[in-house]
């Protein structure tokens, strides 16, 4: 029967979905991946082009494949991975009653930042994305911070990455503000940008400071949560 034997093409393409995060690696060259499921270098392009398109596996601009965001909000139904959105999505409710503004999780989707977990303000007006909106990587703080520790040179990312946050007033947006830092996970790799963003008028200098300590308070506490071990 047809239900038995399976869709080939759709068999394939979970091959190579798997072969990734069996090898150990973060990424696979189109070599390497053509080596871990002994496909044609050619039939693994025209498989990657539906799973880019649906964003389940990303292509670096090495050329090396890693899984893309759409792996991640599957990965929500089980195992460690469950564990760690979990913690996440508690941390940014915990972060938008401790900052009264509103907190998003951001992750990097090509040229792109995609917004992977928000908890909106208790303020009557208020800065307003949806979960899965893609917004452009060089405006705003979350970009900003996914493409400093992508490795983005230039004097203001350099200032990023010694700060360890980054901040934004009107740069998207012009009545919007945000403050971003990064989220790494036990081995180092970058997760995505924790964010802060309300409404420019509300984030004043004393308010910058203090959601730049409750920002990087619950960074820490996460990332120690997921294992992370920092230098002394």
């Known amino acids: 029967m047809a239900t038995e034997k399976g869709v080939e093409a759709v068999e394939r393409a979970l091959s190579l979905l798997d072969a990734i995060p069996g090898s150990g690696k973060p990424s696979l060259?189109?070599?390497?991946?053509?080596?871990?499921?002994?496909?044609?270098?050619s039939t693994i392009?025209?498989?990657t082009v539906s799973l880019e398109r649906f964003g389940y596996l990303r292509r670096r601009d090495d050329g090396r494949f890693e899984l893309g965001p759409a792996c991640a909000r599957l990965a929500q139904?089980?195992?460690?991975?469950?564990?760690?959105?979990?913690?996440l999505q508690g941390a940014i409710k915990a972060l938008a009653?401790?900052?009264?503004?509103?907190?998003?999780?951001?992750?990097?989707?090509?040229?792109?930042?995609?917004?992977?977990?928000?908890?909106?303000?208790s303020q009557t007006i208020r800065h307003h994305v949806d979960v899965g909106d893609r917004l452009p990587m060089n405006k705003g703080a979350a970009g900003l911070?996914?493409?400093?520790?992508?490795?983005?040179?230039?004097?203001?990312f350099e200032r990023i990455r010694h700060d360890g946050f980054a901040l934004s007033l009107g740069d998207r947006d012009p009545d919007a503000a945000a403050i971003s830092a990064p989220l790494f996970d036990a081995h180092?790799?970058?997760?995505?940008?924790?964010?802060i963003?309300?409404?420019?008028?509300r984030f004043t200098s004393e308010a910058i400071q203090r959601f730049r300590d409750v920002l990087l308070q619950d960074v820490t506490r996460l990332e120690q949560e997921f294992g992370r071990r920092r230098p002394a």
């Open 29 to 41: 060259s189109l070599h390497e991946l053509s080596l871990a499921t002994g496909f044609y270098k």
């Open 45 to 47: 392009l025209r498989l």
């Open 77 to 87: 139904t089980r195992g460690s991975a469950l564990d760690q959105s979990e913690l």
């Open 97 to 121: 009653r401790s900052s009264g503004e509103t907190a998003s999780f951001y992750v990097r989707d090509g040229d792109e930042r995609v917004c992977l977990f928000r908890e909106n303000s």
């Open 145 to 156: 911070v996914l493409l400093a520790w992508s490795g983005e040179t230039g004097e203001l």
């Open 188 to 195: 180092d790799k970058l997760l995505g940008a924790l964010t």
């Open 197 to 201: 963003s309300g409404l420019r008028s």
